[in-house]
Each structure stands twice: as structure tokens, then as C-alpha cells.
């Protein structure tokens, strides 16, 4: 089991009281040494003064009086401090002679120094120098300076004895106050940082209750934002626009399903009808059954184009369509799509004109390359006038090869116009949709050329459109497709395939 909490509220707390208190005890241990150092050095300058002035006196008094006993009686006389005792001794450190107590000195009065530990102390050191020490315990601790003398030409030591009782009061007051003050002062550190970390962590809280509840179902919801300054504040902004993409290609998804779903439908139901309505009757002419016939394959023809480019599209959204790309002549393609489109415009009185191409050597994929300009060639033969003339050019700039196809149609409607490269996007749904026309698409054509064109690193974008006609675009690279990149790798560099709008 880890004492260590487990929620993140007390951990912050725990840490803010020991960032606050371990500073806080060696400020207090270091200030209290200091203080005892320096109340310690007062007693002693104290002492220090006390023995200068004795000293001074005891010189003078042996020109005035005529005896060691009577100088030494006299000096003690003169120089009394409150609460300081004077004593001289012999240099073996018999007392000769101590001064009287102030009769206003309180505590030496009570608890008077030993001199006659004093004494010992300084039989035990004969003939020292002068020297500060410590005498004696508890209420009996006295600062002890001495300084030898010279009375009438004899050796004698002064000391002075002052009690140690007043820093040891002061060092026990702070102490006390230490003591009571160090705690008090955690425990509201405590408190405030339990209170902060509380106040701070709440929006946590509520954005965590929030995210539970949200799913597939209700992805509108939003985390709640409460200041929009601080880090919580831009961590909902985050996880907020992740639902938001997340909403949007969720929406996009079931867009993309619900179109899917209603392109398959019409040739679906084209075939079932016609069907049942060769099946009405028990028999039917052989050119009934052909006609019949020939519509359900237009239909499974439609349907086969329908699912082959929404495969498509779904490996390229998963990243799983890998673009083969090979040394190849994009005129080769150029002629090539030309040539596959040629029935079509006999069919519909369009001329296919290609205008004069030389070496392009490329590295592609030949198959996405044609199909994106064999669909844009059904288009713009589909839209061309009978009798007109759709023309394909290819050229190269100095950093681009450029492909062209231009018809003479009726142009795309402005307003339709942005929208030709989205998903199922078609500017005349209603005609296309019911012509049965085999060749009709489900609006992915342009989706996915421009999804092609971005794979290779390149371009497909309409250049101009009018009444007089339409000019599609496929520029690429020449240095090829995006070199080393793989392609399909996510949806969000090739974009092109994710509706837009
Ligand atoms: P579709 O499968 O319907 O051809 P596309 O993605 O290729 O789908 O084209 C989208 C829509 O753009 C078409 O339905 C059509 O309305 C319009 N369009 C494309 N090319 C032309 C063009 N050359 N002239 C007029 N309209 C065009």
C-alpha cells in the first residue's frame, strides 16, 4: 500500500506543503542558531566592556590606595553592572576577593555564580590568558570572561561572571513561537493549496462528466470552457476541436453513406423494374428480351462504375490505394485516353482534337492518370454540343507539365462551380441521374481526379468556365510524384478525397 494519494488534488496539496515547509523549518533552524550565536556574542562584548572598566579602575586605584586588598576592595566598589558578578582570584585560582551583587540585580541575586567552580575551573588552566568560557547547567549557567592583572606587581585573574539565564529566555521564547507558528502556518498552507488545487481542478471534473457522457450520438456537445486564458481553459478548446473534426467526419461519413446508398439505388431499381416488367407477361418477342436485356446491363454497368470508384474511394480514405508509380511518356497516356474516348464522341458528334505532343517522360501511375483525363473527357464530350470540339493539349512549363482539356458546352453554372470536385456533386443531378445512361456518373469522377492529381503532387482544378465552354487542368510535377512520399499515407495530406462542405 503507497502512502503516496492518489488523487491529484492532495498530491498538489502535499507538495505545496512540503515545497512551503521544508524552507520554512531550515529558515527557523538557521535563524535560531544565528539568534543564539549572536546573543552569545552580546554577553560577551558585555563581558568584554565590564572587564576593561575593572581593569581601569584596579589601575588607578593602586595609586590611591595603599594595599592589594584595599584596591581590589575599592574597584569592586566602583564597578558594579547589573546582574555581574566580579571576582579576583590568585593565579591558582583561590578567590581573593568578589564583588558584592547590585542589590537590583534580580537573577544573580536568586541563582549566584559558583565561584568556587569558578575557582577550580581556573586552577585547571593556570596562567591562561585571557578567556571567555561557559560555566555550569540550567539555572545556574553563567558567561565567564577573565583577564590576568598585575596588582602591586603580583599576578592575579579578574573574572566576570553574567548569567545566561536571559538568552536562554529569549532562545525559549522564539523557540515557542517557532514551534506554534511553524505548524500553524503549514496547516493554512495546507488548507489554501487543498482550496486552490480544489477551485482549479474543478473544471477537470466537469469537462471529465462532460466527455463521459458524449458519443457518436450527441458529438454537438462540447466540453465546457471556463476561462479561456489558462491551461484547462485551452485543453477544452483542444479536446473541443477534436470533436469538432470528429463531429464533421462523422457527419461526412453518414453523408457519404447516404449518397452512396442513394446513387446505388437508381440503377438498382432500374433493374428490378425492368425485371418485373419483362417478367409481367409469359412470354415476349426475342427483341422484347433484348431491349430488357440490354437496359439491365446498362444498369449493372452504371452499378459496376458506381462501386468500382467508391471502392476506390474508400481505399484511398483508408490510406490502402498505393500509387504504382513507373517511368512512363504522359503523351502515350494523352493518346491513349484519347483514343478510348473515340466511340463515345462518334456517338455524340464530338470531335476529339489533340493538339501536336512531344517527349514527356514521367513517373506515375499510368492507370489513375487515365482515368482521371478519360474522365475528363467524358465530361466534357457529355457536355459538348453535337458538333463541337473538345481538345486535349499537353505542354510542359519549367517546372510543370500541364494537361488540357477544353469543350465547347454550355459551361458549369457559377454557383456550381466550387462544388464540381465534392462527392456526388453533379449541377444537373436530376437529368443524369434518370437517363440511364451508362456512362452517367455518381458525381466522383472529379473527386477523385483531383484526389489522383494530389497523389502525384500535382493539380486538377478548373481554369475557366462559360457559356462558351469549360477548360479543365492536370498539372504535375516535374519531378515527379512527391518523391518519396508515400502516397494514400493519411486522409489529411491528400484531403482531396474527404468531402468537402
Ligand atoms: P460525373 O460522374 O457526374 O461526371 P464528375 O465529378 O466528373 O461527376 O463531375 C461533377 C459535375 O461537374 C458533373 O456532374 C457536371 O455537372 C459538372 N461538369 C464536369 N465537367 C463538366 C464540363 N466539362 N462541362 C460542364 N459541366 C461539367
Avoid: C
Avoid at 3 to 12: D, E, G, I, T
Avoid at 242 to 267: C, K, W, Y
Avoid at 297 to 325: E, Y
Wanted: proline share 6%.
Amino acid at each position: 500500500m503507497t502512502v503516496w494519494p492518489q488523487s491529484l488534488r492532495a498530491r498538489l496539496t502535499l507538495w505545496y506543503t512540503l515545497v512551503l515547509g521544508l524552507p520554512l523549518v531550515a529558515f527557523a533552524g538557521a535563524s535560531f542558531l544565528v539568534l543564539d550565536r549572536a546573543l552569545m556574542h552580546r554577553s560577551d562584548a558585555f563581558l568584554d566592556e565590564t572587564l576593561g572598566a575593572f581593569t581601569t579602575e584596579l589601575a588607578s586605584e593602586q595609586i590611591e590606595e595603599p594595599t592589594t586588598a584595599r584596591a581590589i576592595a575599592s574597584s569592586l566598589q566602583d564597578v558594579r553592572f547589573r546582574d555581574v558578578r566580579l571576582a579576583v582570584f590568585d593565579p591558582l585560582g583561590v578567590l581573593v576577593m568578589a564583588g558584592a551583587l547590585d542589590s537590583t540585580a534580580g537573577y544573580a541575586l536568586k541563582h549566584p555564580v559558583d565561584l568556587t567552580r569558578l575557582g577550580a575551573e581556573l586552577r585547571r588552566n593556570p596562567g591562561a590568558p585571557r578567556s571567555v568560557f561557559s560555566l555550569g547547567q540550567g539555572e545556574r549557567a553563567y558567561r565567564v570572561a577573565t583577564e590576568p592583572v598585575q596588582i602591586f606587581g603580583k599576578p592575579y585573574l579578574v573574572a566576570a561572571a553574567y548569567p545566561l539565564h536571559h538568552d536562554s529566555e529569549t532562545m525559549e521564547a522564539v523557540a515557542t513561537a517557532y514551534v506554534i507558528a511553524i505548524p500553524l502556518l503549514l496547516v493554512m498552507a495546507a488548507l489554501g493549496g487543498y482550496f486552490l488545487a480544489t477551485r482549479s481542478l474543478s473544471p477537470v471534473a466537469a469537462m471529465s462528466a462532460r466527455a463521459a457522457e458524449i458519443s457518436s450520438s450527441n458529438l454537438n456537445e462540447r466540453l465546457p470552457v471556463g476561462s479561456r486564458r489558462d491551461e484547462l481553459g485551452a485543453l477544452a478548446d483542444v479536446v473541443n476541436g477534436l470533436l469538432e473534426r470528429l463531429e464533421r467526419a462523422f457527419a461526412q461519413q453518414r453523408r457519404f453513406m447516404a449518397d452512396a446508398s442513394h446513387e446505388l439505388r437508381t440503377p438498382v431499381a432500374v433493374l428490378r423494374t425492368e425485371a418485373d416488367v419483362t417478367l409481367s407477361r409469359p412470354t415476349r418477342t426475342e427483341t422484347e428480351y433484348r431491349e430488357s436485356v440490354s437496359v439491365m446491363r446498362d444498369s449493372a454497368q452504371r452499378l459496376g462504375r458506381i462501386v468500382d470508384d467508391l471502392f476506390l474511394l474508400a481505399r484511398a480514405d483508408a490510406g490502402h490505394l498505393p500509387l504504382r508509380r513507373e517511368p512512363l511518356y504522359l503523351e502515350d497516356v494523352v493518346d491513349e485516353a484519347a483514343r478510348a474516348v473515340r466511340s463515345l464522341a462518334r456517338e455524340r458528334d464530338v470531335r476529339v482534337q489533340l493538339l501536336p505532343l512531344e517527349d514527356s517522360p514521367y513517373d506515375g501511375d499510368a492507370d489513375l492518370l487515365g482515368r482521371v483525363l478519360l474522365n475528363l473527357l467524358d465530361n466534357a464530350i457529355k457536355h459538348s454540343p453535337s458538333g463541337g470540339t473538345v481538345t486535349l493539349a499537353l505542354t510542359r512549363t519549367a517546372h510543370e507539365y500541364h494537361i488540357t482539356v477544353t469543350d465547347e458546352g454550355a459551361g458549369i453554372p457559377p454557383d456550381a462551380q466550387p462544388h464540381i470536385f465534392e462527392r456526388f456533386f453533379r449541377a444537373d443531378k436530376a437529368r443524369s441521374r434518370t437517363t440511364g445512361d451508362p456512362t452517367t456518373g455518381a458525381g466522383l469522377g472529379l473527386a477523385i481526379g483531383r484526389w489522383i492529381a494530389e497523389a502525384h503532387g500535382g493539380r486538377l482544378e478548373l481554369v475557366t468556365s462559360s457559356a462558351n465552354g469549360s477548360e479543365f487542368l492536370l498539372a504535375l510535377p516535374l519531378s515527379g510524384p512527391g518523391h518519396g512520399e508515400p502516397l494514400g499515407a493519411s486522409p489529411e495530406e491528400r484531403g482531396s478525397l474527404v468531402p468537402t462542405a
